[in-house]
């Protein structure tokens, strides 16, 4: 059954950096894209970043874009979201997120990811 756990969130304070992993099990085969995704509280989920089932191709969001860095390590089935500058806009629950395709799916495509992991808290807060 396939299975992904987040973690490394936590509270930090503004221009901050955490880094997110998470790590995805029970897939059959390479092709599985992973996305990361973020909801805060009385809004609506948010796509952050995503890459392909290569680690080669990525996509962010206009809101983070430049400030995270989406990775991936095949050998540890691991994908990371590395996030600078943080600001207290991105404190949220994050999200990550996968899907057979070979290609590269896009931060506003959640409806095409199947399966899905627990979350870990992200707060910026000064």
């Known amino acids: 059954q396939p299975q992904l756990v987040e973690s490394g969130g936590g509270s930090v304070q503004p221009g901050e950096s955490l880094r997110l992993s998470c790590v995805f099990s029970?897939?059959?085969?390479?092709?599985?894209?992973i996305g990361w995704f973020r909801q805060a509280p009385g809004k609506e989920r948010e796509g952050v970043s995503c890459?392909?089932?290569?680690?080669?191709?990525?996509r962010y969001s206009n809101s983070v874009k430049g400030r995270f860095t989406i990775s991936r390590d095949s050998a540890r089935s691991t994908v990371y979201l590395q996030m600078n500058s943080l600001k207290p806009e991105d404190t949220a629950t994050y999200y990550c997120a996968a899907a057979y395709v070979k290609g590269l799916l896009g931060v506003d495509e959640a409806h095409l990811y199947d399966y899905w992991g627990q979350g870990t808290q992200v707060t910026v807060s000064s």
């Open positions: 890459i392909d089932s290569t680690g080669h191709s990525t």
């Open positions: 029970g897939f059959t085969g390479n092709n599985v894209a």
